[in-house]
C-alpha cells in the first residue's frame, strides 16, 4: 500500500447520529441493488454509516481482490453483531468469528475434517446420490401436477447434512426432521444479512419479538446438539470418524489435556483450545450453511432452467450423450460434462446466494485503491455487483453458461467470478458444495424434464433477500424422461468406492 495523508477522502454518504446513512439506503430495493446503484453516483468505491458504523463498500473486482486476496489478512476480521453472537456463543463458530490464532486452527481443523471423509473418500458421494434418489421418488409421486420444488429439495439437502455431520438420515415425517427444518427456517427469518438489530445495537435492549424468536430456535437447535454429542460421546472408538462430529471432538484441543488428567479440568484449561462449545457451533453453522445454500442454488438453477428451456435440453444432450440411463452420474463424470458445470456456475455468477458476502472488518489499517482505511472499519464486498459489472462480463444480466466455454466447448473461468468469496475467508464448504450440486444436478436432469406448471407464471427471477439470496415460491411440473417413466429406485448405482 502506497497511501500518504493527503489520499483523497472516500465520498461517504450523508449520515445523522444513531441513524447513520439510513436515508439513502431506505426503499424496496434489496441491499446488494442499492448499494449498486449507489455507485453510479458516488464511484465504485464509497463509505456510509450503517448505524454507528463506518462501513467502506466495494463494487468493483479490483478492489475486491486488494480486499480479498492481495491483503486479504489485513481484512479478515468479521465484526461483532448481536445476532451472530447469539446464534455461535459468542463467536465460537468458522463464520462469524473474529481472526485469532485459535480461529485459524479452528478453521485448519474443520478443513481437515471436510477432508478426511468428505471429499477423497466415496463416502460422501454415496450420501449424496442416497438423497438424490430419494428425492427423485418424492419428485415423480408428484405425477404430473404442479408441485413447489422447495420442500422436497430442503428435505433432500438437510438428509445429506444430517449423514455428514451427525450420521443420522430421516425418513419424510420424521418429527426430529421435522424440528430441525423449523428451527433453521426461524433462524433465517430472524437473522436477516444487515438486519436492524445488528446495524442498531442498541435495538437489543427494547423488547424485540425478532430477537425473541430467534432465542427460541437456538434453545430447540441446542437441544438437538446437545442429544447428538452425547451420543457420539458414548460411541466414539477412537477408530475412523464416523462422520464430521466424530472428526471434530478427535479434533478438540481444549478438552483433551483435561481428559488426559483423568479428571475434568478446571475452564481455564479449555479456553485458549477448541472446546465443546466450538465442536458444537461448528457443527450447527455446517448444518446451516450446508443447508442454505446448497437449496437456493438449486431452487435458482430450476427456476432459471423453465425460464430456459434450450439450457435444460442441452445439458439433457451431454448427459445421454456421456453418461446414458443405464446407471446414475458419478464425479467421475464430471470431467466430461462441461456444459452442465457452465450452467451452474452461471447460476451461481447471476445470483449469488450470498450478495454481500460477510462483513468484513480491516484489522489494521490498511487501503483500498490507494486510499487509506483506518483499523476497525467494516467492508462490504458487493458480490452482486462485480458479477454483473458490463466491464468483465458481456450482457451480464443475460443467462447464459456459454461464457464459461471457450470456442472448443472447453471450461474457462474468469477471476472475478468469486461466488465462494477468495482469500482467508474464503467459503470451507466449497468443493462440498461443488459436489453435491453437480451430483444433484446431474441425477435430476439425467431423469426429469422440468417445465412451467399449466396456467402459472413463470417463477419470478429478482428473489428476495434474507440471509441469503432467494428466489421466491413458484411451482413447476416435473415429467420423467424416456426410459425413467417406472418406479423409481431400482436403479444399478454402481461401484462407487
Ligand atoms: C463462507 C458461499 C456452501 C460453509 C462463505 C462465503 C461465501 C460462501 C460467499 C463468505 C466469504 C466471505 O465472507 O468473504 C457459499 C456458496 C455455497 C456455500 C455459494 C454453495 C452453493 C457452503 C457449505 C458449507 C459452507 C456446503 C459447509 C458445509 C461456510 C463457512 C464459511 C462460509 C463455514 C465461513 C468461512 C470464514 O468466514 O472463514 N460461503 N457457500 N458453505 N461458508 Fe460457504
Ligand atoms: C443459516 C441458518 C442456520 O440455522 C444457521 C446458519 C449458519 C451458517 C450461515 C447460514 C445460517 C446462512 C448462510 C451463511 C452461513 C455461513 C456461510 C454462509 C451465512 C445463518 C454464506 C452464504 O455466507
Known amino acids: 500500500g502506497h497511501h500518504s495523508p493527503s489520499d483523497p477522502p472516500l465520498p461517504c454518504l450523508p449520515s445523522l447520529p444513531l441513524l447513520g446513512s439510513l436515508m439513502s439506503l431506505r426503499g424496496d430495493q434489496p441491499l446488494h441493488l442499492r448499494l449498486r446503484e449507489l455507485g453510479t453516483r458516488y464511484g465504485p468505491l464509497y463509505a456510509l454509516y450503517l448505524g454507528p458504523y463506518y462501513t467502506v463498500v466495494v463494487n468493483s473486482y479490483q478492489h475486491a481482490r486488494e480486499v480479498l486476496l492481495v491483503r486479504g489478512k489485513e481484512f479478515a476480521g468479521r465484526p461483532k453483531m448481536v445476532t451472530t453472537e447469539l446464534l455461535t456463543r459468542g463467536g465460537k463458530d468458522i463464520a462469524f468469528s473474529d481472526y485469532t490464532p485459535l480461529w485459524k486452527s479452528h478453521r485448519r481443523l474443520v478443513q481437515n475434517s471436510f477432508t478426511r471423509f468428505g471429499e477423497g473418500t466415496g463416502r460422501l458421494q454415496n450420501i449424496v446420490l442416497e438423497a438424490v434418489e430419494v428425492l427423485c421418488c418424492d419428485l415423480q409421486a408428484s405425477r404430473g401436477q404442479a408441485v413447489d420444488p422447495g420442500p422436497p429439495l430442503m428435505r433432500a439437502v438437510t438428509n445429506v447434512v444430517c449423514s455428514l455431520v451427525f450420521s443420522s438420515t430421516y425418513q419424510p415425517g420424521d418429527p426430529e426432521l421435522t424440528s430441525v427444518m423449523e428451527y433453521n427456517e426461524g433462524i433465517v427469518q430472524t437473522i436477516v444479512n444487515g438486519g436492524l438489530v445488528d446495524i442498531y445495537p442498541w435495538l437489543r435492549f427494547f423488547p424485540n419479538p425478532t430477537l425473541d424468536r430467534l432465542k427460541d430456535c437456538i434453545k430447540v437447535r441446542d437441544t438437538l446438539l446437545n442429544k447428538k454429542l452425547e451420543e457420539h460421546k458414548v460411541s466414539l472408538s477412537g477408530g475412523e470418524p464416523r462422520d464430521l462430529l466424530d472428526a471434530l471432538l478427535e479434533g478438540q484441543t481444549g478438552v483433551k489435556q483435561a481428559r488426559g488428567s483423568g479428571v475434568k479440568g478446571p475452564r481455564s484449561l479449555e479456553v485458549e483450545g477448541i472446546c465443546e462449545d466450538h465442536v458444537l457451533m461448528t457443527a450447527a453453522e455446517a448444518f446451516g450453511a450446508g443447508v442454505e445454500t446448497t437449496s437456493t442454488t438449486l431452487l435458482w438453477l430450476l427456476?432459471?432452467?423453465?425460464?430456459?428451456?434450450?439450457?435444460q435440453g442441452r445439458v439433457q444432450k451431454e448427459l445421454d450423450e456421456v453418461v446414458g440411463c443405464g446407471r446414475s452420474p458419478t464425479v467421475s463424470d464430471r470431467a466430461l460434462l462441461p456444459y452442465l458445470d457452465s450452467v451452474i456456475n452461471e447460476v451461481m455468477r447471476i445470483r449469488p446466494v450470498s450478495p454481500v458476502l460477510i462483513p468484513h472488518i480491516a484489522l489494521t489499517t490498511s487501503s483500498i485503491g490507494g486510499h487509506s482505511i483506518c483499523k476497525g472499519t467494516r467492508v462490504l464486498v458487493n458480490l452482486w455487483a462485480i458479477h454483473h459489472d458490463p466491464e468483465h462480463?458481456?450482457?451480464?444480466?443475460?443467462?447464459?453458461?456459454?461464457?464459461?466455454?471457450?470456442?472448443?466447448g472447453q471450461r474457462v473461468t474468469p477471476s472475478c467470478f468469486m461466488p465462494f468469496g477468495a482469500g482467508p475467508r474464503v467459503c470451507v464448504g466449497e468443493s462440498l458444495a461443488r459436489l453435491e450440486l453437480f451430483l444433484f444436478v446431474s441425477g435430476l436432469l439425467q431423469r426429469f424434464t422440468f417445465s412451467p406448471a399449466p396456467g402459472v407464471s413463470l417463477p419470478d427471477?429478482?428473489?428476495?433477500?434474507?440471509?441469503?439470496?432467494?428466489?421466491?415460491?413458484?411451482?413447476?411440473?416435473?415429467?420423467?424422461?424416456?426410459?425413467?417413466?417406472?418406479?423409481?429406485?431400482?436403479v444399478d448405482k454402481g461401484e462407487v468406492d
Open 303 to 311: 427456476a432459471f432452467l423453465l425460464h430456459h428451456p434450450e439450457v
Open 461 to 490: 427471477l429478482q428473489g428476495r433477500l434474507g440471509v441469503v439470496l432467494q428466489p421466491l415460491r413458484y411451482s413447476l411440473t416435473v415429467t420423467a424422461r424416456p426410459g425413467w417413466e417406472g418406479e423409481m429406485g431400482e
Open 393 to 408: 462480463w458481456d450482457t451480464p444480466e443475460d443467462f447464459r453458461p456459454e461464457r464459461f466455454l471457450d470456442n472448443e
